[in-house]
């Protein structure tokens, strides 16, 4: 089945540390997008990328860092200048277009011991 | 801008009575509309859309949606709500300010279904 899976599910990172959300989908789509969810809120975007090789910073991008080389991964790398990481991360996809929505993974989430 | 708002926070309903979670957008172009849910620590899951056509949308799990261009609304509804709809659903709708695919997302209703 076609999809798009995220690990892990629980992370656990110390304070200085930078760590590494994994997102690999198998449906090819074009684009992908990275949100973060705090308890209580809805879903802020920190990036997204619409091809290969580029990405572009969406409202929240500050302390977190992503590559795009291949067109089935996004990894997402929440790096020591977050200063409050601690959240569930959602990784989506989607196909050209507008037409479609997207297609989300399970999330994972980040607590910072 | 784009933007969809979600005014409630909050919807409480009885199990079996009709539901309705609502949602007002506002965009400079022909509005696409998605709702999803979301279950606890779970990604969200696709509901329904409308992108052009009728507008009366119907979805997954008995849910519905009606369009309405006038009053800039997309809200969701079900006849009968059962105890396993409660959730969080999120209205969204595609930016037309730059990338194309990208969605805007309400700030979320909670939904709890009393048995």
């Known amino acids: 089945d076609g999809g798009i899976t995220q690990s892990p599910k629980y992370l656990f990172r110390k304070e200085g540390q930078n760590v590494t959300l994994s997102c690999e989908q198998n449906l090819n789509h074009d684009a992908m997008y990275w949100y973060r969810q705090d308890p209580g809120q809805g879903l802020r975007l920190i990036y997204y990328s619409q091809i ?7 409202d929240i991008a500050e302390g977190y860092s992503v590559s795009r080389e291949k067109k ?5 790398t929440v790096t020591s200048a977050q200063k409050n990481p601690t959240a569930f991360y959602l990784c989506a ?14 999330g994972t989430r980040l607590t910072v011991v | 801008a784009q933007s969809v708002a979600q005014p409630e926070d909050q919807v409480n ?24 849910v979301q279950y606890p620590n779970r990604g969200l899951q696709f509901l329904l859309k409308y992108i052009t056509g ?21 809200h969701l509804k079900k006849p009968s709500a059962l105890v396993s709809d409660s959730a969080l659903y999120f209205c969204a709708v595609r930016d037309y300010g730059g990338a194309t695919n990208k969605l805007i997302f309400g700030t979320g ?7």
């Open chain 1, 52 to 58: 290969v090789n580029d990405f572009q910073k969406g």
């Open chain 2, 13 to 36: 309903v009885a199990e079996g009575n009709p539901l309705t979670v609502k949602c007002t957008y506002s965009v400079s172009g022909n509005p696409y509309l998605f709702w999803y």
């Open chain 2, 54 to 74: 009728d507008n009366l949308v119907k979805g997954s799990y008995g849910f519905e949606a009606e369009f309405n261009k006038s009053q800039t609304s997309f």
């Open chain 1, 72 to 76: 089935e991964s996004f990894p997402l």
């Open chain 2, 109 to 115: 209703t909670l939904l709890a279904v009393q048995p």
């Open chain 1, 93 to 106: 996809s989607c196909r050209q277009g507008g037409y479609y929505g997207y297609t989300f993974g399970s």
